[in-house]
């Protein structure tokens, strides 16, 4: 059984197609019409090995938010209905990855209790055009539309582009690690018989 998932959005203000694939090579188009989200998606697929395909458009000419916002909903939609029934899934992931001068750690559990804890500063407001502010709405979305429970950590860094890099990257790794299917879990992984 495959498991992956498609999503289309569309609103007044964005529109979104979607497909993830869990158990991929890392193969990603990513054109969001944010040059630094595109990156970052590439990184998050390119190290979690999901083939990630990303269509949207949405109103740039304000701000990148509405855009940055509702691509973590899609993704945080199509990766909850990707997992399916989770019967058989690690469920538990962290990675703590280095990029160069900084440190993050990401952390998930894909329990079915969405909640997202970000700790750490980012340095500069922006990074090229793109705000740093946008990273939280990004990674809160995704926990809330994946309902997961998701921390991020950032332990040092002076370079906010090294910082979100490692975070995107070691979402990747950290969510890889969490859906993988482990044949010696019988069932849901939880004592309650559900997710």
């Not at 998606?41 to 949405?58: C, I, P, R, T």
């Not at 029934?85 to 969405?114: C, F, T, W």
């Not at 010696?184 to 004592?191: D, K, L, W």
Request: glycine share 8%; net charge negative; charged share 25%.
């Amino acid at each position: 059984m495959t498991r992956e998932a498609r999503i289309n959005r569309k609103t007044s203000e964005t529109k979104i197609d979607l497909s993830l694939e869990i158990d991929g090579g890392g193969l990603a188009e990513v054109e969001t019409g944010v040059p630094f989200l595109n990156h970052m998606l590439n990184l998050f697929a390119k190290h979690g090995l999901f083939n990630l395909n990303v269509k949207a458009s949405g109103d740039t000419e304000i701000d990148d938010h509405h855009t940055t916002e509702d691509v973590g909903i899609c993704l945080g939609q199509a990766f909850r209905e990707a997992l399916g029934s989770k019967k058989g899934i690690v469920r538990y992931g962290h990675m703590v990855l280095p990029m160069d001068e900084a440190l993050v750690m990401v952390a998930a559990d894909l329990s079915d209790r969405p909640h997202f804890e970000f700790n750490g500063e980012l340095p500069s407001p922006k990074v090229g055009t793109f705000d740093s502010e946008l990273v939280h709405e990004f990674l809160c979305k995704l926990a809330i539309e994946a309902r997961m429970n998701l921390h991020v950590k950032i332990f040092y860094g002076k370079n906010t582009h090294h910082i979100i890099e490692a975070i995107f990257k070691a979402l990747g790794r950290t969510l890889d690690a969490a859906s993988t299917i482990d044949p010696r879990v019988q069932g849901i992984p939880s004592t309650k018989g559900m997710l």
